[in-house]
């Protein structure tokens, strides 16, 4: 019998280790909602997480470096009348952040370098078109302001966000709720999957169907579906008997599955992480306390386990940090920001290497944040390819690109809107003056109390 060999891979060490407690985000109530999305986002300067909020929905925005406990005073983004379901932050601009609610609506915010100073009610856009919550939001890989929506009314919208048009309405298609929907690479497909047991491929501007999978996995639970390189399908769900599975597709042949392995037996819906860069997948269940890891090669069983990062409490969600806000110089592959019920903890992914030198194998050019096609010309028939950047030098945050609202509409209501938070800006100074002289009279006061008692 011939020796079992073990198969070589660069990832196969690839360990996790949860950050020091002063450099998690505490105190934060997150939301209580049971809806299956992440529930936080975050990109190199910001993360934005899903809060409790009465009377309405909001979402908080925490600079990075802003880390320890965070005030219960603190602001929050709070436009929505009912709560937040999806928020994601747009590739092509770390300062907005998209938002999906209960109350129908998607909005469009701008987030101030630093952080809110005080409250954010007013949105840049608000695109309406559904007719149920909006629970599934995600912006186009390479075309600038272009914003994909999916809402339990089984309509897929795809939106021109600056001129706040839904430009194609996809409400034929599902005909039941959407669990999942994302982009390809390059923005050119779209793939969702349904609760009536399929997976489509569609073509986002025509809106039909390219190929669809019947029953990818036999389990009535939800189904999570993600491109993975070559334009390979990989699905998470469950078998007859509530086992949690993985499975690898090639949309050209949907009849059998590539590869289809069974887990265990929890009940969370595994939120699949796939990086395009190193081929690695990572598993996330909702209500787990754990995040597996696997590669996906072009080899038998081409789902290949790596391993599994454990910890004592269960996640309520998790944030996927972009390529470029990694420290490569640490040979980070991956940042998760993992929440708890009143705490948000980063969690590093790390390749274990002695060299202290850039390693080219472990980042190759990457993702940046350019768009290679503005919306008229994508909607038009026109296609980008990512434009890709080195992270040697580290990845240095040039002016993003401008956001700017077209539509004659919005202009005014943006601008009146922005001419509103200048007058905040200014009654939040007054405030601020009007405390610091009631201070200084306090400790006048004071001075004046202790003089007389020593005195007597």
């Not at 994909?148 to 089984?154: I, K, V």
């Not at 599975?245 to 595994?270: C, H, I, K, M």
């Not at 026109?382 to 990845?395: A, C, N, R, T, V």
Request: proline share 5%.
């Amino acid at each position: 019998m011939a020796p079992r060999v073990v198969r070589t891979s660069k990832f196969r060490h690839v360990f996790g280790q949860a950050v020091k407690a002063d450099q998690c985000y505490d105190d934060i109530r997150i939301s209580q909602m049971t809806w299956d999305s992440n529930f936080c986002t975050v990109n190199p300067k910001f993360v934005a997480m899903i809060v409790d909020a009465s009377g309405g929905g909001a979402f908080i925005v925490l600079p990075l470096n802003k880390t320890g406990r965070i005030d219960m005073s603190y602001p929050t983004v709070c436009g929505h009348t009912g709560p937040v379901l999806d928020i994601e932050w747009c590739p092509h601009n770390d300062n907005i952040i998209a938002s999906g609610s209960e109350d129908c609506s998607v909005m469009i915010w701008e987030i101030p370098d630093g952080g809110l100073v005080s409250p954010l009610t007013t949105a840049l856009v608000k695109l309406e078109g559904h007719s149920k919550r909006v629970g599934i939001l995600n912006w186009h890989p390479t075309a600038h302001n272009v914003l994909m929506s999916a809402g339990c009314d089984n309509v897929v919208i795809l939106w021109n966000v600056a001129r706040g048009e839904a430009v194609v309405r996809m409400d034929t298609q599902h005909t039941d709720l959407i669990y999942s929907a994302c982009w390809n690479r390059d923005g050119t497909q779209l793939l969702t999957s349904c609760k009536d047991k399929k997976i489509r491929v569609l073509d986002p501007r025509k809106g039909s169907v390219i190929a669809e999978k019947d029953k990818p996995h036999e389990g009535s639970r939800p189904v999570r579906a993600v491109f993975v390189n070559d334009g390979k399908i990989l699905t998470t769900g469950f078998s007859r008997m509530s086992e949690r599975q993985v499975a690898l597709w090639d949309p050209s042949n949907f009849s059998e599955a590539l590869t289809l392995q069974e887990l265990d037996t929890s009940s969370g819906v595994l939120l699949p992480f796939f990086d395009p860069d190193t081929c690695v997948v990572y598993l996330c269940g909702k209500g787990d306390s754990s995040i597996r890891y696997f590669e996906v090669t072009d080899e038998a069983p081409y789902v290949h386990y790596l391993s599994m990062y454990s910890s004592k409490e269960s996640q309520k969600g998790m944030g996927y940090m972009p390529k470029r806000g990694l420290e490569v110089n640490k040979c980070e592959i991956a940042r998760f920001y993992k929440l708890h019920e009143r705490k948000c903890e980063p969690i590093v992914m790390t390749v274990p290497r002695k060299s202290d030198l850039f390693q080219e194998d472990l980042f190759p050019d990457t993702v940046g944040p350019e768009p290679s096609v503005e919306a008229d010309d994508w909607f038009s028939g026109k296609d980008g390819q990512p434009i890709l950047i080195s992270l040697k030098d580290g990845f240095v945050a040039t002016k993003p690109k401008e956001f700017k609202v077209i539509k004659s509409l919005m202009a005014t209501t943006t601008s009146s809107s922005s001419s509103q938070s200048h007058g905040d800006n200014s009654e939040v100074q007054a405030l601020q003056s009007e405390v610091k002289e009631l201070k200084k009279a306090i400790e006048e006061l004071t001075k004046r109390v202790s003089e007389l008692e020593s005195k007597n």
